[in-house]
């Protein structure tokens, strides 16, 4: 009897399996304050699938604007996650991200065009923009001809 007492396990009086009320509370408190300041980060600090959400946002603001239809928008979001894949909307020179209010402002190298017959194009320009440095002045190297050792002095004459 006394092995089988042993290998028992024990419950304890104060688990009972429910979650005080204001823990649940705290951490729905948490929850929602993290979920709001998720995007109150710089672009290049967002994880990807808040990069799409704010890609989301920053096409369908740029379909009121332009009198977007829905194929467009699609076509617009389509262009912005294969540029997002292909990491050109990763440096925050590229996108202009309002951090504070958590939108996209500008892409820089998105082209939007409207043809002669009404349809709009999309297109992300993939060269990067390059400083211009100056170059400094190459390095000349002075070869001199070389003195005549007194071995070789005495050996010419």
Excluded: C
Aim: proline letters at 4%.
């Amino acid at each position: 009897m006394a092995s089988q007492q042993r290998n028992k396990t024990l419950k304890r009086p104060h688990d009972d399996g429910t979650v005080p009320a204001n823990a649940s509370d705290t951490l729905r408190d948490f929850l929602d304050a993290e979920a709001l300041s998720a995007y109150n980060r710089p672009w290049h600090r967002l994880e990807r699938g808040f990069r799409l959400n704010r890609l989301r946002k920053f096409a369908d603001a740029e379909a009121t604007k332009a009198n977007l239809s829905a194929p467009e928008v699609q076509q617009l979001l389509l262009v912005l996650t294969k540029a997002l894949d292909r990491r050109l909307l990763n440096t925050k020179s590229t996108v202009i991200y309002e951090q504070e209010q958590g939108e996209i402002k500008e892409i820089k190298g998105l082209i939007m065009h409207r043809q002669a017959d009404g349809k709009m194009t999309f297109q992300m320009l993939e060269k990067k923009a390059t400083t211009m440095r100056k170059r400094s002045a190459p390095a000349v190297i002075k070869v001199d001809s070389p003195q005549p050792t007194q071995t070789q002095a005495t050996t010419t004459q």
